[in-house]
Every structure is written in structure tokens, then in C-alpha cells.
């Protein structure tokens, strides 16, 4: 039984190796990328949108909702970040229904990546939002004594964020295995269901704890009004 994808290599030259976190990665990215085009290719205004339009404003409108409440700042500034993160995570969770797929989201190089996309973008976001020296000022509060454990404070909850992602992931991977060897015809279907929900809870559930660090690093600014996206 296999506790990563990174485990199952399709290709390998030397030290370079194409394994099932890449390939599964790029299918995911893939699938977005087709879906997005076909269903912003042909989109109306009024009373009538397409089936596809209708869900995709709907995803859209609630995840602006759900940035606002958790930052108290207008949601477009993060929407185009935190939307990217939420649909790469649960999409890859939910494609564990289709045979012999594995989720990137399986792989700790694979949440380290993306904790690591959150990590960076807290000062990008705060930066942008206070200005540098407003920004960098808020780890030598109270005083400068405290700007290393600041500093150890940001790296460990980029770490948390990577490791709580891995863990749930691979652990239902785990449980799966187990129940399809006791008992293969009944608990993995139910299981499998209650996969899928946990796998879009998960992408949730990182998706808010990247909104929440990135608004506490913009925390600080004059007027919430004032603030704008960075270009």
C-alpha cells in the first residue's frame, strides 16, 4: 500500500522522475483549465444564464461571501488567489472517484507547495496593502525582542497548513485501503462518499485559514476602503 504518490513513478531518467503527483497534478490543472475556458467562452448577461454560468456564479459568489466575512475586506482582492487554491484542492479530492487515480493533495511535497503559495502571500498582499515598512514593523511588536519568535510563528503555521492537509488526505486514503480488505463490498462505497466530503471540507477549510492569514497581515491598514489589489 502505497502512503504517497510520490511512490508510484511512471518515468525516470537519472534523478529526474516523473511520478504520480506530477502527472495527477497537471490532470487536475488540466481540467480546470478546459472547464474554465468552456464555461467563460460563452457567457450572457440578463435572467438567463447557461446551466454551467448559473453554478460557476453561484461558486463565485460564494466564495466572495465566505472571503469578506473572514477578512472583513472586499473579496476580490483575494478571490482570484484563494478561488485557485479552493478549486485545485477539492478537485483533487474529488477525482478519487475515477479509477486508479491518486490525489496530488496525497503528496507533502504537493501541500508544502501550496502552504508554501500562502506563505508568500501574506507579505505580498500585506505589502501591498500597508506599505513595506508598516508591514515589517508588525514583527518587532511589542519590541524587538520578539522578532525571531515572530518570524518562527509564521514559519510554523506555513508548516501546520501543509502537514494538516497531507495528514486528512492520506489518512482516508489509508482507512479506504483498510475497509476494501475487510470488508470490499459495502464500506467502500459509503467510505468513498464520505471521501468526497471531506476532501471539499479540507479545501475549505485550508482556503479560509489562507484568507485569515493573509487578512491578519493586512490588518493594519488606514482605511479598508483605501486598499486595492496589487498589480
Known amino acids: 500500500m502505497r502512503l504517497s504518490p510520490d511512490q508510484l513513478i511512471f ?9 504520480a503527483t506530477l502527472v495527477f497534478s497537471w490532470l487536475v490543472m488540466l481540467v480546470l483549465v478546459l472547464t474554465s475556458f468552456s464555461l467563460t467562452r460563452r457567457l450572457r448577461s440578463g435572467l438567463h444564464p447557461s446551466r454551467g454560468q448559473a453554478m460557476l456564479e453561484a461558486l463565485i459568489s460564494f466564495l466572495n461571501d465566505q472571503i469578506e466575512d473572514a477578512s472583513q475586506q472586499p473579496g476580490k482582492i483575494l478571490l482570484p488567489f484563494i478561488g485557485s487554491l479552493f478549486l485545485f484542492i477539492a478537485l483533487s479530492n474529488v477525482l478519487t472517484i475515477v479509477p486508479w487515480y491518486e490525489p496530488p493533495t496525497g503528496s507533502l511535497s504537493t501541500t508544502a507547495a501550496l502552504a508554501l503559495c500562502v506563505f ?26 520578539m ?4 518570524i518562527i510563528g509564521e514559519l510554523s503555521r506555513t508548516l501546520s497548513l501543509a502537514i494538516r492537509l497531507f495528514g486528512n488526505i492520506m489518512s482516508g486514503s489509508v482507512i479506504i485501503a483498510i475497509l476494501l480488505a475487510i470488508a470490499p463490498l459495502f464500506f467502500p462505497i459509503i467510505m468513498q462518499i ?23 497581515g493586512s490588518a493594519k491598514a488606514k482605511n479598508s476602503d483605501e486598499r486595492v489589489a496589487p498589480t
Do not use: C, H, M, T
Open 120 to 145: 508568500l502571500a501574506v507579505p505580498y498582499f500585506g505589502i501591498a496593502a500597508r506599505g513595506l515598512k508598516d508591514f515589517l514593523r508588525e514583527y518587532i511588536q511589542p519590541n524587538v525582542i
Open 11 to 19: 518515468w525516470q531518467y537519472g534523478f529526474i522522475k516523473l511520478n
Open 194 to 216: 464520505f471521501g468526497l466530503l471531506i476532501g471539499v471540507i479540507q479545501a475549505y477549510i485550508f482556503s479560509i485559514l489562507a484568507v485569515v492569514f493573509i487578512a491578519s
Open 147 to 150: 522578532l525571531p519568535f515572530n
